[in-house]
């Protein structure tokens, strides 16, 4: 079963920059959607940013357009979220999903998460 695994997370001012890193050890990703999420305390999880499997588009919500950009490396079957420029407003626990192949894709098995606080 495809789950993956979440890291790079931390503490960081605001302004600062983050990578998070998405990968799984049992299963090629590079046929497969990914998409990054997140989910604050009391707020429903949202999507952040999504990259298809054959062509490289890519998906950004205006909330995090231009500050967080999402990459794919399939030879290392690992996908990556940078963040720049983070705002408090940032904060939360942020998972990446491979998407089913369904119309539309829904979220496969959710993983941990890695959790981001931006904070002075």
């Known amino acids: 079963q495809l789950q993956l695994v979440e890291s790079g997370g931390g503490l960081v001012q605001p302004g600062g920059s983050l990578r998070l890193t998405c990968t799984d050890s049992?299963?090629?990703?590079?046929?497969?959607?990914i998409a990054w999420f997140r989910q604050a305390p009391g707020k429903e999880r949202e999507a952040v940013s999504c990259?298809?499997?054959?062509?490289?588009?890519?998906y950004y919500p205006d909330s995090v357009k231009g500050r967080f950009t999402i990459s794919r490396d399939n030879a290392k079957n690992t996908a990556y979220l940078q963040m720049n420029d983070l705002k408090p407003e940032d904060t939360a626990v942020y998972y990446c999903?491979?998407?089913?192949?369904?119309?539309?894709?829904?979220?496969?098995?959710w993983g941990q998460g890695t959790q981001v606080t931006v904070s002075a």
């Open positions: 999903n491979a998407l089913q192949r369904t119309t539309p894709p829904i979220p496969g098995v």
């Open positions: 049992g299963f090629t990703l590079d046929t497969y959607a």
């Open positions: 990259i298809s499997s054959s062509d490289g588009r890519t």
